[in-house]
């Protein structure tokens, strides 16, 4: 879908001057489209960065959660984790833990 600026900054609790430079940076990158009205949609490449970053954060998340850390504090590292962990590290930590719920 579409969201504004605005809605950005609401959702995430920024300000409005924040999320402007943070979208000038993504627009300037191709990552994401803004249009006539202030709409803004991602691009192919911003897509599939965006993909890769939820898959990161949904299965470090799963993994924290399932060692037992309280959900809020496992969403809040894997955010951490998420942006700084090596691909090669990730790959590995998804194939351990996919195996690991096989068993």
Known sequence: GHVRSIDIAHEMDFSKPSVSTAMKKLRENGYIHVDDMGLITLTESG????????ERHTLLSQVLIDLGVPQEIAKEDACRLEHHLNPISFQKIKEYYLKQKQQ
Request: charged share 25%; net charge neutral; hydrophobic share 40%.
């Open 47 to 54: 897509r599939s960065i965006a993909e890769n970053i939820y």
